[in-house]
C-alpha cells in the first residue's frame, strides 16, 4: 500500500509564493508517476502537473506554465510543487496523486486523468488573497 502526505499550504497576497511538499511512504516502488490536482468547491478537480520517475519532460497544464514547477527528491520520497506569482484564482484545496504507468502516460491532460491515478494525498488548502 501506497500513502500520500501533502503539507505546505497556506495564505498568501497575490504575487507570492508557497511550495508544497508530498511524502510518499509505504510500498512506495508501486508507483512511478507522481502528480498535482486542484480543487474549488463546487469545480471538478484540475490536474496540473505530472512527473515521472524516468526523469521524463513533466507536462503541465498551460495556466500554470512558467509559474509552477514540479520536482522530486528521490532519496526522501518526496514530490514537491513550487508555485510562484500566486493569483485569487490559484485558490483551492490542492492534491497529491500516484500511480503506475508508461511515462507517455503519465499527465494530467485529460478529464481522465483523474480516474487513473490510484493513490491520492488528503489534500492541503492554498489561499491566495488579493
Known amino acids: 500500500q501506497v500513502q500520500l502526505t501533502e503539507t505546505g499550504g497556506g495564505t498568501v497576497q497575490t504575487g507570492g509564493s508557497l511550495r508544497l511538499s508530498c511524502k510518499v511512504s509505504?510500498?512506495?516502488?508501486?508507483?512511478?508517476?507522481m502528480a498535482w490536482f486542484r480543487q474549488v468547491p463546487g469545480q471538478k478537480r484540475e490536474g496540473l502537473t505530472a512527473m515521472h520517475t524516468s526523469g521524463a519532460k513533466p507536462y503541465y497544464l498551460d495556466s500554470v506554465k512558467g509559474r509552477f514547477t514540479v520536482s522530486r527528491d528521490s532519496a526522501t520520497d518526496t514530490v514537491y510543487l513550487q508555485m510562484n506569482d500566486l493569483r485569487p484564482d490559484d485558490t483551492a484545496v490542492y492534491y497529491c496523486?500516484?500511480?503506475?504507468?508508461?511515462?507517455?502516460?503519465?499527465?494530467?491532460?485529460?478529464?481522465?486523468?483523474?480516474?487513473?491515478?490510484?493513490?491520492w494525498g488528503q489534500g492541503t488548502q492554498v489561499t491566495v488573497g488579493a
Open positions: 509505504g510500498y512506495t516502488f508501486r508507483v512511478n508517476c
Open positions: 496523486a500516484a500511480k503506475e504507468a508508461l511515462p507517455f502516460y503519465c499527465h494530467t491532460a485529460t478529464d481522465q486523468s483523474v480516474a487513473d491515478f490510484t493513490v
